[in-house]
């Protein structure tokens, strides 16, 4: 059974960082791209940032670009997000995905079509 686990979330002061991981068991995911996704309540799910299968290649949002770092660890089958200068607007749901297809860099890394395993995320509440 597949099974993503997001963790390192919590309360954090504006301006502060959190690093959030994202386990994967049942199946190794060093060939596929991974993301993360935020939901903040009432609205949908919007895209973070995205790692290609060999980690070469990384995308943003604009709301996280110079923020945000995405990075993977295939040995640990794990993906990272480092947070810094944290905002009270990323406040959210946070979770991983990944891509079930292998060796494969989509185009619409962006679009939650693109993954087939979610996470059940992990709360990021950023206070003023």
């Known amino acids: 059974q597949v099974q993503l686990v997001e963790s390192g979330g919590g309360l954090v002061q504006a301006g502060g960082s959190l690093r959030l991981s994202c386990a994967a068991s049942?199946?190794?995911?060093?060939?596929?791209?991974m993301g993360w996704f935020r939901q903040a309540p009432g609205k949908e799910r919007d895209f973070v940032a995205a790692?290609?299968?060999?980690?070469?290649?990384?995308y943003y949002a604009d709301s996280v670009k110079g923020r945000f770092t995405i990075s993977r660890d295939n040995a640990k089958n794990t993906v990272y997000l480092q947070m810094n200068s944290l905002k009270p607007e990323d406040t959210a749901v946070y979770s991983c995905?990944?891509?079930?297809?292998?060796?494969?860099?989509?185009?619409?890394?962006?679009?939650?079509?693109?993954?087939?395993?979610w996470g059940q995320g992990t709360q990021v509440t950023v206070s003023s």
């Open positions: 995905a990944a891509d079930r297809r292998t060796y494969w860099s989509s185009s619409y890394y962006y679009n939650v079509d693109e993954y087939d395993y």
């Open positions: 049942g199946r190794t995911f060093s060939s596929n791209t």
């Open positions: 790692i290609t299968f060999s980690g070469r290649s990384t």
